[in-house]
């Protein structure tokens, strides 16, 4: 089953700090050369096969609760730009066939909380140290073409009611980041790089960021989710609402290859 975003922003605010933004290149991002993250303390278990619940915690002070997920969805946050949100299923190959389906639950905290602006970051680093060290993770990345859309400008055009602006919040005060659920999307004091998550979400492909468009951004996009509902589709929802469109493109994506995994020993 495929890991919606949506399991991860959960309808409400992704709060920002100073997440890694995405690149047109789809580049993972890496650890600075020489420099190691790891969790003071981590339990491992395999999760009961009666637990129905699912959970994926993290606290900006270094702490990382996971229930009941697949090592799979594990790699897909760890690997994800920003942290947490996972890198998309077609974009993490290879692997044990047991990867999407064995379920685990991780306990750990790190012994000093992170730096505030690079907390989210941090604590994706220290995952994929726990997950190389307790599942022996070996992963490569290579650059594959895909087709993608690109978010560009739209034409102009009159009589658009554009809720797309600079950012009013203050960002050092209250919690800025992305938002909404099924047909909406909130913007505040976010990147137009975050956003490019949840459209490929809701169009069922890579959305890479042309815009041109650098800065914080409040707004709120507004479209139909279903084809019952009425409404603007999220394609004309992005013109008249955001002044911006989707085109046909091509780019290459860094893909995620799984060379070695195995079941983690008992704690």
């Not at 700090?17 to 981590?42: H, I, K, L, M, N």
């Not at 996972?86 to 639950?105: M, N, Q």
Request: glycine share 8%; proline share 9%; with cysteine.
């Amino acid at each position: 089953m495929r890991r919606s975003r949506a399991d991860v922003i959960g309808g409400a605010l992704l709060v920002m700090g100073a997440v890694a933004s995405a690149q047109e290149t789809g580049e993972v991002p890496a650890p600075a050369p020489g420099r190691t993250y790891a969790f003071e303390v981590a339990s491992v278990k395999p999760s009961p096969p009666e637990d129905r619940l699912r959970v994926f915690d993290f606290k900006p002070a270094g702490s990382l609760t996971a229930r009941n997920q697949t090592l799979r969805a594990l790699i897909a946050a760890a690997y994800g730009t920003p942290f947490p949100i996972p890198l998309p299923d077609e974009r993490i190959v290879g692997g044990p066939a047991w990867l999407g389906t064995a379920r685990f639950s991780i306990e750990a905290r790190s012994a000093l909380p992170p730096a505030s602006e690079t907390a989210a970051r941090d604590i994706g680093f220290m995952l994929r140290t726990l997950l190389a060290e307790r599942f022996g993770l070996r992963v490569r990345l290579e650059p594959r073409p895909q087709r993608v859309y690109a978010l560009t400008p739209a034409p102009a055009k009159k009589n658009r009611r554009i809720t797309l602006r600079p950012a009013e919040a203050d960002c050092l005060k209250e919690h800025c980041g992305i938002g909404g659920g099924p047909g909406r999307i909130e913007l505040r004091g976010a990147p137009l790089d975050l956003i490019v998550f949840v459209l490929a979400e809701a169009v069922g492909r890579p959305v890479v960021n042309r815009a041109g468009l650098d800065g914080l951004y409040d707004g709120t996009l507004e479209w139909a989710a279903t084809p019952e509902e009425a409404g603007a589709s999220i394609f004309t929802a992005l013109d008249e609402q955001f002044g911006l469109t989707l085109r046909d493109a091509r780019a290459p994506l860094e893909t995620l290859v799984v060379s070695h995994a195995e079941r983690p020993t008992a704690d």
